[in-house]
């Protein structure tokens, strides 16, 4: 992004070089195709170049036309300066295009268009208003040239002075910036400038005052001095260090946050990092990303960090591979980009190759040693991270240090990034991050840093973990989410190398792995810890802790009867040493465990016990969630009158104690009581409320069981096209219906060859076998009630095992389901509801007539 500043007029009698190029094509017998495939350049370059539509090609093309064309000698050496015509001698300071009299507002080259820049440029216009010099800080290639050439085209109606530019020279002194700064308003003294400017406020834009930070500082002071009415806008790596000047860090363009899957180039656009990457890369390929590239593109921007000369250099390699390759061959050597030196003047391309890795080092070394340390330690972060958290990782033998004064340097030099308005709002940039972890791995520094790294985010998550159930539960999943990969790599590091951290962390992660659908992968964690020898002595109620945690995870994925002996060990140890919270616990994993296993009058035993136990010692939230444990076991007697009356409870409770989940939960269940009820439009409409509700909390497996019911109780109602909307939010991929079939042929299409659907989730199976019965198709309706007592053989709700038994009968009025629906009722315990009763004696006495006639 950075522009092509070089637009110094032309001083002899050579012809233009669209000009200059087509006379030595046509003179060649070239067409503009052929000389462009010799020349091994776009068609379009050649063309804008005849055009004059591009003035200023790259040395490296003006080489590749010079050969393609033959041209040696004296032709080779007007052509090359034609293109690549040398600026004016300016030893050490040059002057960005002198403004020709004093009538000429802006004497700067024209900006590039900007994405994503506009809020930038809004607020440094607003600075220059208020201070009399700005400067622009960051990483090279970051941007700040440009944006500080928009902003200069910007504010120029408010600077009827003049708005012209300075760019700095390697070991330029103060009477050279002096000298250049004067001249670009047209005087050769600053005693002159006064007069000039005749009062009207001016901008002088100086660009790259790292090459000379000291001259430029004396010659800003004098210029300033002189003419009040002068403001200055800078750009460099670090400040100048002038009084009253208001540093402002240009951070990288914005990226798709991680997990962000962006469905079509309008969503991706919304980002600047990946709208700029995707338009170089059309430029380069000539061809837009397709649909299947955006994922790869929002991840390869994201580990560029937005930093644009990055997303322009990688965006360039799209003439050779498409952007799942650039991801897989460069996503992780990002600092081994290499381009050109940004700048306003033209370098020799040998000099002016620069790599990420070079940029970003030259503003690690303006660091004080002290200052690089504390940086290699905290690239340890994997993603935002908060001052405290910075504290602790760089404490030294327990002595806590305030690091803001560290934080505000790296922000000043554009290593640091500080976004939004939570504790986590401090990111490092990719590329400073990794340079920095290149450089810890010099100084054998790594291991203590990772190892320091997973103490403090143990620490964190032991800390945090507590708010995961009452009233600090969105605030708690919230903050846990913002450090989910520091929690992923302290955890991966420390299970290799200090397992006995790695257990403390994950002992705690059970219930915000349940919320965000991470069982599976929480309890493999858990399993593993357990199983490492290492971890053998570890305290017995941490050990506790760890298999009850497996066993919670356990119980969502319906593993729960593999983890019944570790929930009971859990409860031995919580019981002994007189761990209240930990056997409150330990009996509600138990009851959900004991329920999968078809152990109700344990189950409702557990329930009852931790009741007794809440109350005694006064924890009303305990109260509440073993008063919903209850509730299960009332519904599965058919005592929907006591459920109902035990929900209130649950919710009254659960408001004393301003736990939302608990009462969210109870409504979801009133929900699947009311359908129960045989109330089903009611239902359907709670049910709806507080699968929204549960959106916002997380908890995708309890959604899914709530909108299950909700589709269910509209088959029940006879709204089958709304049930079927509900399984095709459940199962996206969907079945398509043949649009007619012959009798007894048609069937709903599984989406994935060798996998049936059907036995995998109850309730879908059970709202299409509805919908099947609802339209008379008896056999297919025997097919899903037949695959839904399947699936809720081993589920924990054996109700479901129960309706799917009702339905299989009443679809096909056989005997032997009515045997084993009576034998699944012993079984259970399951009580039948009077709809069903009413259902059953009907198909029975349909039977007898039937027998009768």
Known sequence: MTPDHDRSR?????????????????????????????????????????????????????????????????????????????????????????????????????????????????????????????????????????????????????????????????????????????????????????????????????????????????????????????????????????????????????????????????????????????????????????????????????????LPLAVELMAARGRILDVTELLDRYGDRVLDLAGVRPGWEPVDPAAGTV?????????????????????????????????????????????????????????????????????????????????????????????????????????????????????????????????????????????????????????????????????????AWLRRLLADPRTAGAPPVLRAWALLGSARLAAEHGAGPEELPSARAALAVFAEVGDVTGELSARSVLCAVLRGLGAHDEAREQAEAALALATRHGRVREMAVAQHHLTWHDVRVGELAGGRRRLATVDRLAAQCGDQRLRLLARADLAELTRLEGRYAEAAEQGRRAATALVELGDPGRRRRTIGGVGLALALHGRDDEALAVVAELWPSGRVPRPRRPPAAERWDPPVAGRDIRTEDPLRALIEGQVALNRGDRELAAEWFAAAAEAAAGGADRRDLVEALVGLAASTGDVAVLDRLDRARQVTGVSLLPREEELLYSLAAQRERARRA
Do not use: M
């Open 10 to 306: 032309r001083s002899d009698s050579r012809p233009p070089l669209s000009d200059l190029l087509r006379g030595h094509r046509l003179a060649a017998g070239l067409t503009q195709a052929e000389l462009a495939d010799r020349a091994g350049v776009g068609v379009r370059t050649v063309r804008d170049l005849e055009r004059g539509r591009a003035t200023r090609p790259q040395r490296t093309t003006v080489d590749l036309l010079a050969d393609a064309l033959d041209l040696t000698g004296a032709a080779r050496r007007e052509f090359v300066a034609t293109a690549r015509p040398t600026p004016p001698a300016a030893p050490a300071s040059a002057p960005v295009e002198a403004a020709p009299d004093p009538g000429t507002p802006v004497a700067l080259p024209q900006p590039v268009p900007l994405l994503g820049r506009e809020r930038d440029v809004a607020e440094v216009s607003a600075l220059l208003d208020a201070y009399p010099v700005v400067s622009l800080v960051g990483l090279a290639g970051v941007g700040k040239t440009a944006l500080a050439l928009t902003v200069a085209h910007a504010v120029a109606a408010r600077h009827p002075g003049g708005v012209a530019g300075v760019l700095v020279g390697e070991g330029s002194d103060a009477a050279d910036v002096l000298a250049a700064s004067t001249s670009v308003f047209g005087v050769s003294r600053l005693a002159d400038l006064a007069c000039r400017f005749a009062g009207r406020p001016a901008l002088l834009l100086v660009d790259a005052v790292d090459r000379a930070p000291g001259s430029v500082a004396d010659a800003l002071r004098s210029l300033t001095d002189a003419t009040p009415g002068l403001r200055v806008l800078v750009t460099g790596r670090r400040p100048v260090g002038l009084p009253g000047e208001l540093v402002r860090p240009v951070a990288p363009l914005d990226v798709p946050p991680a997990g962000v899957q962006p469905a079509d180039r309008a969503e991706l656009d919304r980002w600047p990092a990946a709208a700029l990457f995707a338009a170089r890369f059309t430029q380069a390929r000539h061809a837009p990303p397709t649909r299947a590239e955006l994922p790869a593109l929002a991840a390869l921007v994201r580990r560029l960090g937005g």
């Open 355 to 523: 790599t990420l890795r070079e940029a970003v080092a030259t503003s690690y070394h303006l660091l004080a040693a002290a200052d690089r340390a504390a940086l290699r330690r905290l690239s340890a972060f994997r993603n935002r991270w908060s001052v405290e958290l910075a504290e602790e990782l760089l404490a030294d033998g327990g002595h806590r240090w305030d690091a803001v004064p560290l934080l505000d340097r790296l922000r000043e030099l554009g290593l640091l990034s500080v976004r939004g308005t939570g504790p986590f709002r401090f990111r490092l940039l990719d590329a400073v991050r990794d340079f920095a972890a290149e450089q810890a791995d010099l100084e054998f520094e790594t291991a203590g840093i990772r190892l320091r790294h997973a103490t403090v985010i143990a620490g964190l998550v032991r800390r945090t973990a507590p708010g995961l159930v009452g009233a600090e539960l969105p605030g708690t999943v919230h903050l846990l989410d913002e450090a989910t990969g520091d929690i992923s790599a302290a955890l991966a590091y420390a299970a290799e190398d200090a397992p006995a951290i790695a257990l403390l962390l994950a002992a705690a992660l059970p219930r915000w792995w349940r919320l965000r659908g991470r069982d599976v992968a929480g309890r």
